[in-house]
Nanobody, 128 residues
Framework: QVQLVESGGGSVQAGGSLRLSCAASGRTLNTYAMGWFRQAPEKARELVAAISRSGGNAYYEDSVKGRFTVSRDNAENTLYLQMNSLKPEDTAVYSC?????????????????????WGQGTQVTVSS
């Protein structure tokens, strides 16, 4: 098992930046592909970004491409999401999640059902 704890959320004005962190404990993070999900009120949870076990292959949802960057430090057991040029529509609870996979470099999992371990989430609020 792995335990995940997010931090770094908060309130910013549109155009601002935040950096989310996801600290893992238990098993080593490099056992898992990792993802960042978000859920806004009355909306379905969506995958924002995901990264392979190696860190060399990443996926981004179309609305965040060019603004968000996912990265990981396997030595520090930490996942990151750098969010720039934030928009009010980015307002949501952001959660990190871990997907066990034997694949080291390939495309990370894209479906929530593939992610087994979840953090509790951190609120991001972007005002206009």
């Amino acid at each position: 098992q792995v335990q995940l704890v997010e931090s770094g959320g908060g309130s910013v004005q549109a155009g601002g930046s935040l950096r989310l962190s996801c600290a893992a404990s238990g098993r080593t993070l490099n056992t898992y592909a990792m993802g960042w999900f978000r859920q806004a009120p009355e909306k379905a949870r969506e995958l924002v970004a995901a990264i392979s076990r190696s860190g060399g292959n990443a996926y981004y949802e179309d609305s965040v491409k060019g603004r968000f960057t996912v990265s990981r430090d396997n030595a520090e057991n930490t996942l990151y999401l750098q969010m720039n040029s934030l928009k009010p529509e980015d307002t949501a609870v952001y959660s990190c999640a871990a997907a066990p996979t034997p694949v080291w470099f390939g495309e990370p999992p894209l479906f929530p059902a593939e992610y087994v371990y979840w953090g509790q989430g951190t609120q991001v609020t972007v005002s206009s």
